[in-house]
């Protein structure tokens, strides 16, 4: 160890203990492994090929905002007093993905991984290596026993992505005490099993050579991901070290001195960072300015010899759709075949995976149901495999659905690729803890899943999504989409892909639905639109996705009685609530009673209608025509609610659903 | 293999290709070892030392419900013909757990697992072995690549539970095709680094005998849990055995016709079972039935011999609660100190843990935040730890979300026990797939979710719940019990236990709340109550957990200008719908407009007011106080939005919240 990192390291003990939760970064001297890094931590996040770095033990918060600080980044010594819980990559520049929850960071980091190999096969050329980066990821016990975390090491054992390099910080202590409680499992054993390059540090309190060489040693295998286990004492230097009263709670200001003291630091300073120390770490910076700068003139050349791609990458990091993909989506009429809209879901895709060549799908093992690989898709695999390469986009996550979602939001922040993910709708909250941070950072990745209500039938109430629209609708910052037909369908594709700050849920059936008079692309993007429209209207009816069509056949039946209903479609509340009140109150005119039906919770659903046609229960095992009817989704049932409806409002004022207080 | 055996076999192979979805079972010769168990598939699921079973592959349905069938269980050839697409434990008896979201069942076990090692340390004595059941699992490749799976393997080889064996289904195929798109690990090396016993059958649609040497060894190794991989083919007998063609879809009638004629059946009989095979599974039920009478006749002579177990063990298997529960629980009034309802719950279980000894609670590494372990409290423990031991009911679930709401639904699958487990309230989103499951199948288990809002503070967004709330009241039959204090904790407590047959969920504060005039402890089980009345009121606040006081702090500030607010506490919106028209509209009298107050999403709250307080975006990273205020949680902000409601309805009808159409 040279003097000047030994100070450094020092340094950031003395300052953790500063910073508001001075408990985190202790227990830290693996930062040291952040200034071997060739190209990391450019000052300008907008060099794509630097290298990564995810803390996927989020709550060590502070330690990455101190490095970000150290490292010359948009973060002062004020904002370190106020450090934030856990690293925000939607407010912090040099934050690359929010964790915290755990096991989060660590999936992230096996999607940075895949775009740095996959865009490596696409755009690396002989002499041209534009792709060429690490992804690095601190994590801890808490990230390795969570269930994500296993998925994505899988999967990357499997996908063999020899880039991505992981130092697991092994301190023995969690939240409830020593890992002796609860986990005592051998873990470098375990990622062997997954097809990892284990390496392991027994004294990485002191021994910062040989941090240094086992990441050099991870490096040269290039066909495994890599682990470097790291035995370290958690909260160094305090008197409580080693133990979990560091981990939970701040320590005391006698504490904090003595600490400052053992490591020859002034007790009396806050916040203190030796020239030397600043100096030494300004290096970093200029070193990645360089590299960026040796990098744009790499990409430079690279568009001279190869103006094709060129133009292509440059195209995808301005973030810009191509400008043909509105007229290439499949458009229907009435006398179009009835399709299950995650047919009409495959027909779009079909249509523009080769013109939107940032697309990258996969589906967690579901491929024939959602429905989700179009005809020309190579399947993302390691080339030694024969069964695909790193060009191929299309990605067999497996049956892991939690680290789909969260290798997506690697995907999607790396750069220069936009991926969807295809599960059963009633699946996505096996993901949750990723899909809420899709939407919390703004990530867009798009989730294609199928088999949205007990519209799906044999396959019972274990399948059959009930919350699962209220719970999406709830969480702020995502789209979530259900169309009816195959316009609605090709809308929201365009309204996902044209959402570049969030996620996308697209709700599709596996039954068939027939193509819809005066259902449009370009409505859907409004949100919710009037479908069938009358004079002196005695009822709306709402609906989305499979339930638009039965609004339709109940108009029909109601209109046989003399009763003049309406009909709206709405797919999408967050788009629809964009619009303005004007528009708002054109689709839901006041004085009309408004009825909604949809195959789902009706949770929710007083923001727009006063009575519902929906579940309040489980569904049921059966074939799905029977099932639907069971539950009231006939035209039949829909009248008769509408019929109600009608008589209940007869001598009462009817509320607006838009003008409200 | 004997020659009934492989009749049996055969026989089970050609039902299945009988049954509605004839894919499933033809994989599947290891049903075999289910004549090796000593005390399994009792006719009367009533007898609680059975042997459990758990086909955590659900999609494999049929072999399940074809061996219930055989068995005697009430499952006749005609609801054969029309098999659910999964086990439906809460409809079927005999089906232990419901499953199918792939890993449940496999996590349930562990719950299982774990039941049968504290009923044993508890209840038996020598000569009473009144608990030695085994819990046997078959699982595939699907479950064994989901998270919630990996979670509850480390947490299975960390208590190692000796009575817990795993027959894992080794196909090689998943419905997007071979194992090697995805899944090539080295799964048995993953289970001896999680501390399992693994044992491997090379050719296991033939080597019956390999199986049953494989169990009986298993069933010797006391102190792991034991997997066994068997090499299977999937479909053995059609003409595409050993693909993914027999995985998703059914078969033909030809290959149908050719299986039979394969196995010497009469292609032209359906759902056809040979006499001896009938008699011979007739035996199973008689054996059952025996070891029934046994242990019945032992639980005599053990409540002769040790009344005071006998009479606890008697209550309860009869799922009654201790008489004097109510009594014991914590009542408060206003001059007691503000506790934040964490503390509160803490203080519920210290007063009930000794005398409700079913209560077997932890936590998933938040012990000290949730506040959910009592003072006498010992951990559930392998003995050889001298950390606790296996009558200790306090289970150190690690960070695994998932696993614990899995394992808890299995502990209440198993009877005599209710588990209770503690997370952060965002992550339980984090185990929704086992939550789902809680509500759908039934199980009574409490979810003690701490930290429960924005309120929560620096932790941030990552961990402040937005969406959750409104999730939970979405899904079916599950109870969401928000407490605004000490009375209504202790309330909260008692609805979840007084319901047998459904989950509860309890979001508690980090921050401290006064103790409310008006409280009650009862009228918490309502659901909702008036906490401060008033004639001729000219608007209703209503709130839940910490907003409650805060409303009441808004109702001072408005009383203050002459305008007269009615206070109403809606800890729970399912309790308050059992209620009768008549309370519910007492509760929320016509005319009156009513503003709602929840730090949380306020999506579906139109339910039960016509203007809101509560959040439409991401909380962030602050003191709590600072956080509330920055969202709008002032008396004042309330206040204002209240006399905002009360002017725009000041020339309008206000709609009713509770007569509806």
């Not at 490096?219 to 682990?227: A, E, F, G, Q, Y």
């Not at 697209?506 to 409505?523: C, D, G």
Request: glycine share 8%.
């Amino acid at each position: 160890m040279t003097d000047i990192n030994k100070l450094s390291i020092n340094t950031i003990r003395t300052l953790a203990a500063d910073v508001v939760l001075p408990w985190v970064v202790l227990q830290w001297p693996i930062f040291y492994f952040q200034n071997l890094l060739p190209v990391t931590r450019q000052i300008h996040t907008g060099q794509i090929n630097r290298d990564r770095f995810v803390l996927s033990n989020g709550h060590a918060c502070a330690l990455q905002y101190i490095m970000l600080h150290l490292t010359g980044y948009d973060v002062t010594i004020d904002d370190l007093k106020q450090t934030p819980g856990h690293p925000e990559a939607h407010l912090t520049p040099g934050v690359e993905v929010t964790t915290g929850p755990l096991g989060q960071g660590f999936a992230n980091a096996v999607g940075l991984a895949i775009s740095r190999e996959h865009l490596a096969a696409v755009f690396n050329k002989p002499g041209f290596d534009l792709f060429s980066n690490y992804t690095y990821v601190i994590t801890g016990d808490g990230c390795l026993q969570e269930g994500v975390a296993s998925e994505a090491a899988s999967l990357a054992g499997h996908l063999q992505l020899g880039n991505l390099i992981v130092l697991y910080d092994d301190n023995h202590i969690s939240i409830d005490g020593n890992t002796e409680l609860s986990f005592t499992e051998d873990v470098l054993k375990r990622f062997e099993a997954y097809g990892w390059h284990t390496q392991e540090i027994t004294d990485g309190n002191n021994d910062l050579n040989g941090i240094t060489t086992a990441v050099e040693n991870a490096k040269k295998v290039t066909d495994k991901p890599s682990i470097i286990k790291i035995r370290t004492i958690i909260g160094i230097g305090s008197k409580n070290q080693g133990t979990e009263k560091v981990h939970g709670s701040p320590l005391n200001p006698d504490d904090i001195a003595n600490i400052k003291t053992a490591f020859g630091f002034d007790s009396s300073k806050y916040f203190y960072i030796p020239d030397e120390v600043r100096q030494y770490w300004r290096s970093f910076s200029e070193r990645g300015q360089k590299a960026e700068n040796d990098w744009n003139d790499l990409l430079k050349s690279y568009k001279e010899k190869y103006p094709e791609e060129g133009a292509d990458l440059t195209r995808r990091l301005s973030n810009k759709l191509p400008d043909n993909l509105a007229a290439v989506l499949p458009r229907y009429t009435p006398s179009d075949s009835a399709l299950a809209t995650r047919k009409l879901s495959e027909a779009v895709l079909n249509k523009i995976a080769d013109i939107v060549p940032e697309l990258i799908g996969g589906s967690a093992d579901l491929t024939e149901s959602n429905l989700t690989r179009w005809k020309t898709a190579v399947d993302f695999q390691h080339p030694s495999t024969n069964i695909g390469n790193y060009k191929g986009r299309y990605i067999r996550y497996g049956v892991r659905e939690h680290a789909m979602a969260a290798a997506m939001n690697g995907i999607a922040a790396y750069g220069g690729l936009i991926p969807f993910g295809g599960t059963f709708l009633n699946f996505i909250t096996y993901a949750w803890g990723a899909v809420r941070l899709s939407a919390l950072t703004g990530f867009r990745v798009i989730y294609v899943m199928t088999h949205d209500s007990i519209g799906l039938g044999e396959d019972g109430p274990t399948h059959q999504p009930i919350e699962t629209l209220a719970a999406l609708r709830a969480l702020p910052n995502i789209l979530v989409l259900r169309p009816a037909d195959g316009n609605e369908t090709s809308g929201a594709y365009l309204a996902a892909l044209k959402n570049p700050l969030r996620p996308s849920v697209l709700a599709l059936t596996r039954q068939n639905l027939p193509q819809l008079q005066n259902s449009s692309v370009e409505k859907t993007l409004q949100g919710g639109y009037v479908l069938e429209e009358v004079d002196n209207a005695d009822i709306t009816l709402v609906g989305t996705g499979s339930e638009v069509s039965l609004a339709v056949d109940a108009a029909k039946l109601l209109k046989s009685e003399g009763i003049k209903p309406r009909v709206v479609s709405l797919p999408s509340f967050e788009l629809f609530e964009e619009q303005s009140l004007e528009y708002r109150s054109s689709v839901f005119p006041d004085g009309v009673p408004i009825v909604s039906v949809e195959a789902m919770s009706t949770y929710g659903w007083d923001a727009y209608s006063h009575a519902h046609v929906g579940m309040r229960m489980f569904g049921a095992s059966g074939p799905y025509k029977e099932v639907l009817k069971k539950y009231g989704f006939t035209p039949e049932n829909v009248a008769s609610k509408a019929r109600e409806t009608i008589a209940f409002y007869k001598d009462k004022s009817v509320p607006s659903v838009i003008f409200r207080p």
